[in-house]
C-alpha cells in the first residue's frame, strides 16, 4: 500500500521530536526559574517586566544550564538535539540559548498542545549589542523536513526524465 504525501504530513506532525525538544527547553527553564529565589523576587520587583506577565504560569529561567547539559556538538546525539534547537530557533548558529541571560515567558497554545511563541526579559547586565526583550516564535510544523521531502521529490523526478 502506497502512502500519500498527505498521509505522511500527518504521520510526521504526530512524530515531532522538535515539538517535544521545545517542550522540554521550556520545562528545563521552568524547573531553573522554580529554583532561584534571587530571579523570582528579580520578577516580582522588575520595572521592565509588565505586570500581567508577572502572574505567568510557565515562568521560566535561561541561565546557560540547559546548553551545558546537552551533549557536545561533536558526538552524535549532541549534534541532532542542539541541530533540532538550531533548526526550532532556541540556539542561535554560533550554538548559544537563544534566551541566555533572560527570564522567559512562554506562550502555550491550548488547541495545538504546543508552545508557539516565547519572550524573555534580561536581567542583569545588558552589553550593548544585546535587546533587552527578546522574542522566540515557533517556526511552521515541519517545514525543514518538507523542504528536504521536497527537494527529494525534484531530484528524482528529473533523474526519471533524463
Not at 102 to 113: I, L, W, Y
Not at 121 to 138: C, D, I, L, M, S
Amino acid at each position: 500500500m502506497a502512502v500519500t504525501h498527505m498521509a505522511y504530513q500527518t504521520m510526521l506532525r504526530q512524530i515531532n521530536l522538535q515539538d517535544i525538544y521545545i517542550q522540554q527547553a521550556f520545562e528545563f527553564y521552568r524547573d531553573r526559574y522554580c529554583n532561584n529565589d534571587e530571579i523570582q523576587r528579580f520578577v516580582s520587583t522588575s520595572s521592565a517586566i509588565p505586570d500581567e506577565l508577572r502572574d505567568h504560569a510557565f515562568i521560566g529561567l535561561c541561565d546557560r544550564a540547559l546548553g551545558l547539559e546537552i551533549p557536545s556538538a561533536r558526538t552524535i546525539e549532541g549534534g541532532a538535539i542542539r541541530g533540532h534547537y538550531q533548526h526550532c530557533g532556541l540556539f542561535v548558529p554560533s550554538g548559544g540559548e537563544l534566551f541566555r541571560g533572560c527570564v522567559v515567558f512562554p506562550e502555550f497554545d491550548d488547541n495545538t498542545g504546543q508552545f508557539v511563541s516565547a519572550v524573555g526579559y534580561r536581567f542583569g547586565r545588558v552589553r550593548e549589542w544585546q535587546k533587552p526583550v527578546v522574542h522566540w516564535t515557533k517556526p511552521q510544523p515541519d517545514q525543514l523536513v518538507m523542504d528536504g521531502l521536497n527537494t527529494v521529490r525534484k531530484m528524482v523526478h528529473a533523474k526519471a526524465y533524463h
